[in-house]
């Protein structure tokens, strides 16, 4: 075989020698494509292919076969193959008909598919192109082997190695990690000249990073600026949901703008392995993915980003807003949005801490999946980004623990989610339940202890633990002038009292911090919807906002009085 598998199934001779005619002419060079006439033959093919250990990396399926149908059939893929992509093929105009309708959305939420595929009916077909196309994008993402990946080579996945996978993770780069002792790592650091101290960054250009440093980091992801001394309109500070958003308006719209975030792009929402509910994205998209889509976006607008850069002081100075750097000085802005987020709690069991990178993480397993296969894995949490994670290791692990401390996943966890995550046979939901011990062998995570709300231990194997529970915000470098309520979380517009020291005469706008000309934006802000749709929305309105208040300042300026008026009395 000359490369990973295309498999197409369909027991109608007609559209399976179109299909794989298609296939044949646009892939064959790069894939080795097959085409089966039953669910049986195919089922067999996929074993053997199982036990050659030959990727698959898409599977195409008739809607209708004999013997089962399509969407069983591809269903039954990921117990054989479980990175492999799996379509749907459906006729032009099958959306329209209710059962056709049905058995996809049905497919969908029981995690039988990934999306459907409209059969080619003429020459070139380039709308079902787009979407095998899309299909082995994500699966060479998913393998560690798509353009542009970089190789990080280590001698344990704890420690600086860890460090640097999960700064690599932060800011969406591709990258790929190995033992320095395995078969890859060996090949890796054959092609390396000179001294190297591990861990190394190998870029796609060649060029060798020996045990980087968080700057050379920032420097592989392109966002190399020098903000230092710099006078922008407006400072973004965080680049989740929100400040990506607002860094995609503010640079349309004509503004000066500098994003700054003391790790890389996407922030919580790159630990999402599949959201499937963001408006224009039918199949559903990755946090990494949304996040880089969004970073090119606004990068291409004009907005300047400054990554791994912290920011360590913020203040009013001559109607401007000050903020100190920790890496490069000062920069000035007319206005600042804090859209910093949330940062998931500490577990606070010290073996388990111990293990950190180890076995044990924090967030969802967007990078660490595909090392777990055929393990026992656990994931602690109970909302859409926990369930989400349990649902994307159900397709590479043994079998898959969800521990939940509230009573039902309804508490926390849409509706679509829990009745997935409820049908998926490989995952259990453990309610009423928490983590407090567990240990390792060979600096490995191996088991857990689990109780519940009774009292009740029980000691349970596990190789992967993945803890997502609770937020706080990243707000303890935020100066006393701007008001938070009692979990740290920023007040804005309404919420802000008499109290929160709000200085001038007109009263604050939407989502305008007690330090006039700061806006905050998604999850750190008090009341947020803890969702990336909502943070998205915040984060464009905050832009308009700076809008007005650059329109209040032109006022002023055209009247001769202040831009800051006094104090209220």
């Known amino acids: 075989m000359t490369g990973p598998v295309l498999l197409a199934v369909d027991d109608d001779a007609k559209a399976r020698n179109v299909v794989e005619s298609e296939l044949r002419e646009r892939y064959s060079r790069d894939y080795t494509i ?19 250990e030959v990727p698959v990396a ?11 149908t399509g969407s069983e059939l591809l269903g039954r893929v990921h117990q054989l193959h479980p990175h492999a992509k799996r379509g749907l093929l459906i006729e032009w105009g099958g959306w329209g008909d209710r059962p056709t309708g049905e058995a996809i959305h049905d497919a969908m939420a029981h995690g039988r598919i990934d999306y459907y595929v409209l059969r080619p009916s003429g020459r070139p077909d380039e709308v079902f192109h787009q979407a095998v196309s899309g299909f082995l994008l994500e699966w060479s993402h998913s393998q ?38 395995s078969e890859r790592g060996r090949e890796v650091l054959a092609g390396v000249d000179g001294d190297f101290e591990l861990p190394l960054m190998v870029l796609p250009t060649g060029t060798v990073l020996s045990n980087p440093s ?78 880089e889509q ?16 912290r920011v360590v002081g913020l203040e009013r100075e001559n109607g401007r807003i000050r903020l100190t750097l920790s890496e490069h000085g000062s920069v000035s802005a007319r206005a600042v949005i804090l859209a910093t987020g949330a940062t998931y709690r500490r577990i606070g069991v010290p073996e388990l801490e111990e293990l950190n990178g180890a076995g044990v993480f924090y967030g969802g397993p967007a990078s660490e999946a595909h090392g777990l296969k055929g393990l026992e894995v656990c994931v602690v949490g109970g909302a859409n980004s926990a369930g989400q994670a349990a649902l994307h290791l159900a397709r590479f692990a043994r079998h898959v623990t969800l521990v939940v401390r509230a009573g039902s996943l309804a508490a926390g966890m849409s509706h679509y989610l829990a009745r997935q995550i409820e049908a998926t046979p490989n995952v259990d939901v453990r309610l009423r339940t928490e983590v407090v011990g567990g240990g390792g062998e ?7 202890v689990l109780r519940d709300a009774d009292g009740a231990e029980e000691t349970v194997e596990a190789e992967g633990l993945f803890l997502m529970i609770g937020a706080r915000p990243r707000t303890d470098w935020v100066p006393p002038e701007i008001a938070r309520d009692s979990r740290g979380f920023i007040l804005t517009g309404a919420d802000l009292g008499d ?13 305008e911090t007690s330090m006039p000309g700061v806006f905050a934006a998604g999850d750190v802000r008090h009341g947020a919807v803890k969702r990336v749709a909502s943070a998205v929305g915040e984060g464009s309105i905050a832009i308009q906002l700076v809008h007005q208040l650059v329109a209040e300042d032109r006022l002023h300026a055209q009247a001769g009085v202040p831009a800051t008026p006094s104090s209220r009395t």
């Open 294 to 309: 969004a970073y090119e976006q606004a990068w291409v607008l004009g907005a300047d980003f400054a990554f791994m850069e």
């Open 58 to 68: 898409l599977v195409l399926a008739g809607q209708w076969l004999s013997g089962m």
């Open 144 to 181: 560690k082997i798509a353009p542009h990946t970089i190789n990080v080579v280590g001698h344990s996945w704890s420690g600086r190695a860890y460090e640097i996978r999960d700064a690599l993770e932060r800011c969406a780069i591709p990258h790929a990690f190995c033992l320095a002792d």
């Open 214 to 291: 968080d700057a050379e980091i920032a420097g592989a992801s392109g966002a190399g600026v020098n903000p230092s001394g710099r006078d922008y309109e407006v400072v973004i500070v965080g680049s989740g949901p929100a400040g990506l958003s607002a860094a995609v308006y503010g640079a349309s719209e004509g503004f000066d703008t500098l994003v700054v975030d003391e790790g890389g792009i996407g922030g919580q929402a790159t630990l999402s392995s599949l959201i499937r509910n963001y408006l224009g994205f039918p199949r559903g998209v990755s946090g990494a993915r949304l996040s």
């Open 442 to 448: 060979d600096g490995w995570l191996r088991r857990l």
């Open 34 to 52: 097959l085409c089966e006439p039953s669910c049986a033959a195919a089922l067999v093919t996929l074993e053997r292919l199982r036990d050659e």
């Open 499 to 511: 109290d929160s020291g709000w200085p001038l005469e007109r009263s604050p706008y939407l989502l």
